[in-house]
Structure formats: C-alpha cells, structure tokens
C-alpha cells in the first residue's frame, strides 16, 4: 500500500476548449500520468470543472478527454476522492458510477498516513460571504435543481457560463487582501485542530499557502490550476505544496 496523497483544487476546466485550455489540459494530464506512475491517492478539492451538472441522460461533452484520464487514473489502482465544490456540486451517478470517483458533498475527514485529515473545498467560510451563503442554499436546493433539469442542456449550460463570470466578478472583491483572508482561514483551521485534526486541506481561496503551526498542525490552502499550477503531495508522511512547471 503506497503512503502517497495528492491534493488538487480549483482547476476551473473550462467550456471554452481553445488553445489556452488545451494547454492547461495536458499539463494537468502530465500530473495525473505521474500520479499513475507513482501510486496514491488523489483528492480533488473541489472546483475541478468550472461548470459541471448531470442531467438524467447527458453531462457536459467538452469534459470527454478529462473523464477519460480520470477513468485511467481510476483503472489503474489510484484511489480519486472528489469533495464537491461551488461550481461543480450538482452531480448524479455518472462521476461514481461511470467513471469510478468517490463522491464526497460535503467537507470529509480522511485518515492519511498518520494525520487526521478535514478536506473542504471551504467556500463561505469567511465572514465576507455572507451573500454567498444564502445563494447557496438556493441554488442546491431541491426545487432549483429539479426545475434546472427540466432546461435544456444547451440553455443550462449557456446560463452556467454566465453565472460564473458573475461569480468570479462578485468574489474578485474580497479574495484582493490575501493576507487577511488567510489569517481568517488560519483561524478556521485552528478551531478543527483543537478538534483533534492534524491537518485542513482547503480550495476556493486560489491561494497557494502551507502554513505550520507551533505544535505540528497544518493548513494547506491549495492554490489553482489557473495562474499557480499548485497541488500539495504527502510522501512518507511529509507534506508539501509543489508546482508543477509547464
């Protein structure tokens, strides 16, 4: 049994497949043929597809070559657990059942190694997302997602793109003072250290930081898949936040 993890967030894969796309696909691809080679485990923190949502009968084709790595990843022993994030909750059985994914909809705590381990994508967690949390409970809700499957995937999916943008413009505000949302994170973090967690693994923030308390303790905030290229990695119990180069 291999003793390596990685973690990965906000990947935001794009509708969009143009050429800057393509380009962030195979490095991400080069990252998941060294995962393959290596053996582990992969967590996915949320935020992989910029847009995902399952209708009864269909998913997003733009995904296709994505679903196939991971599908590979899945055949060949690497264990895939995805915490749900923002713009990619509204799942069905395709991602479990198709494709091989352990689905987790809401922050997890996992045994790594010898750390207890709470891993959340962390939207909504910091004071300035008041607004955000009551759109939340809105748009996760069961009569939003019953009457969003009843749209046509094409016009669902033309809205989606819309309401990220939306989103992205919105939160830009409040993700600029980095250091004081990472002080508010770190606070969080420590509230489920005295809980008895080792280590809080979070998304959302597109801030790549590791941070070490005096006893031991650990928050990794993930970074992106957009400008940071980040994802962090355990072997023989050591946790790291790496990059990887184009």
Known sequence: MTDRAYFLSDV????????????????????FESIRETGGTLYIVGDFFDFWFEYKHAVPRYYYDVLAELRALVTAGVQVHYILGNH??????FLADVIGLQIHRQA?????????????HGDGLLAAE???????????????????RWTHPDIGIAFARAISRASRNNQSHYYQDKDAFHEELIRYAEARWEEGTDLVVLGHYHLNRLHTSNGGKQLLCLGDWISHFTYGKIVA????LEFWPE
């Open 237 to 240: 119990d050591e946790l790291t």
């Open 130 to 148: 008041r607004g955000y949390r009551i759109m939340r409970r809105i748009i996760r809700s069961r009569w939003f997602v019953f009457l969003y």
């Open 108 to 120: 997890t705590r996992f045994t790594i190694g010898n750390r207890q381990a709470l891993l959340s």
């Open 12 to 31: 935001h894969l794009s509708l969009n497949n143009d050429a800057p796309e393509q380009r962030r696909r195979e490095r991400l691809f080069r990252l």
């Open 88 to 93: 990619d909750y509204w799942t069905r059985d």
